[in-house]
């Protein structure tokens, strides 16, 4: 079993930075694929950054290509998105997400979710 805890997220006007972290206890996170999600209200839960157990595989999505970048540390049992350059568009609730085997890449295939932590974008 593994518990996830994101946290990092807030408010923040368009054009600024965030990092948000998600902490694992309950089981080594190396042994994890790694990703984040987000859903905006009235919207699901959309893939936006996953990385593999030891981050030699990374993938984004396009809508954050060049803005996002997806980090671990597992000594740190810890995993990070970097988001520069934030636009309105991406106000969402934002998900941690931890698999055992195949990389997180569609919500409807993940072992373990965070609680989720609120980014809100304004113009």
């Known amino acids: 079993q593994v518990q996830l805890v994101e946290s990092g997220g807030g408010l923040v006007q368009a054009g600024d930075s965030l990092r948000l972290s998600c902490a694992a206890s309950?089981?080594?996170?190396?042994?994890?694929?790694m990703g984040w999600f987000r859903q905006a209200p009235g919207k699901e839960r959309a893939f936006v950054a996953s990385t593999t157990w030891d981050g030699g595989n990374i993938y984004y999505a396009d809508s954050v290509k060049g803005r996002f970048t997806i980090s671990r540390d597992n000594a740190k049992n810890t995993v990070y998105l970097q988001m520069n350059s934030l636009k309105p568009e991406d106000t969402a609730v934002y998900y941690c997400a931890a698999n055992r085997r195949r990389m997180p890449t569609t919500p409807r295939q993940i072992d373990y979710w965070g609680q989720g932590t609120q980014v809100t974008v304004s113009s």
């Open positions: 309950g089981r080594t996170l190396g042994m994890y694929a």
